[in-house]
């Protein structure tokens, strides 16, 4: 199933590993538990700092931010960072954005 089979009344189209479900547009989706959440792939944004290392985030999740010395310590970095914010706004039933396109 592709995005051209999203009804057009229906705005919002959200993959996942297996298939895509649609939601009409303006209502917002709810994936079931965290594993869901876990699984999505967020795009992370890397910027290389001048004195060296790298800082990265998760813009999708504000405050999503972490650093290493190395671009692999920074990746593993912001990886924990994303799991830890998913399941703290999880654990509080906050809201969770999806990741952008």
Not at 9 to 24: D, G, H, K, L, W
Not at 33 to 44: A, G, H, T, V
Request: proline share 9%; glycine share 6%; hydrophobic share 35%.
């Amino acid at each position: 199933m592709g995005w051209a089979s999203c009804p057009p009344s229906q705005r919002i189209c959200v993959i996942t590993r297996f298939s895509i479900f649609s939601s009409p547009a303006g209502s917002k989706t709810v994936l079931k538990s965290l594993e869901d959440y876990l699984k999505l792939n967020y795009p992370i944004t890397l910027y290389p700092e001048p004195e060296g290392g790298h800082t990265v985030m998760v813009k999708d999740l504000p405050g999503c931010i972490s650093q290493g010395d190395t671009l692999e310590e920074a990746m593993e970095n912001i990886q924990d960072a994303k799991s830890a914010w998913l399941e703290t706004a999880f654990e509080y039933q906050d809201e969770i954005p999806l990741p952008s396109r």
